[in-house]
C-alpha cells in the first residue's frame, strides 16, 4: 500500500489545516480492513502518534495533546483519510505522517504500521 499526504504549510496559531492521506495499490482487500493513523515528529524529537482511525466501527484515538482540537475522518470509498486541525499551536509544529496497517484496531506505536508515507510539514508561527 502506498500513502502520499498532503495539505502542509505554514499558519498562525489559531488557525485551521487539513491534511489528507491517499492510499492506493491495495490487493483484494480495501482500506475498510485496514486502520489508520496520523503520527508526527518534531526535530530532535521521537516520533508520536496523533490520531487513528480503526477498522472496526470507526474508534478513535487521539493523543490527549490535540484532544478537542484534532478530528480524523475517513473515507474508504476514496481511500483518504483526512486529519482536521483546528486552533493550531505552535507545539503542533511538525512533519506529519500517514501510516495504515491491516488491523482492526487502533494502536499509537509506529511499530505496527508497516506502511507509511513521505511526509507533509506543518509550521505553525506567527
Known amino acids: 500500500v502506498q500513502l502520499v499526504e498532503s495539505g502542509g504549510g505554514l499558519v498562525q496559531p489559531g488557525s485551521s489545516l487539513r491534511l489528507t492521506c491517499l492510499a492506493s495499490?491495495?490487493?483484494?482487500?480495501?482500506?475498510?480492513?485496514?486502520?489508520v493513523s496520523w503520527f508526527r515528529q518534531a526535530p530532535g524529537k521521537q516520533r508520536e502518534a496523533v490520531s487513528c482511525?480503526?477498522?472496526?466501527?470507526?474508534?478513535?484515538y487521539y493523543a490527549n495533546s490535540v484532544k478537542g482540537r484534532f478530528t480524523i475522518s475517513r473515507d474508504n470509498f476514496k481511500n483518504t483519510v483526512t486529519l482536521h486541525m483546528n486552533n493550531m499551536k505552535t507545539e503542533d509544529t511538525a512533519a506529519y505522517y500517514c501510516?495504515?496497517?491491516?488491523?482492526?484496531?487502533?494502536?499509537?506505536?509506529?511499530?505496527?504500521?508497516?506502511?507509511w508515507g513521505q511526509g507533509t510539514q506543518v509550521t505553525v508561527s506567527s
Open positions: 482511525s480503526s477498522a472496526s466501527d470507526g474508534n478513535q
Open positions: 495499490g491495495f490487493s483484494i482487500d480495501t482500506m475498510e480492513t485496514y486502520r
Open positions: 501510516a495504515i496497517n491491516h488491523g482492526i484496531f487502533c494502536s499509537p506505536s509506529a511499530s505496527d504500521y508497516k506502511s
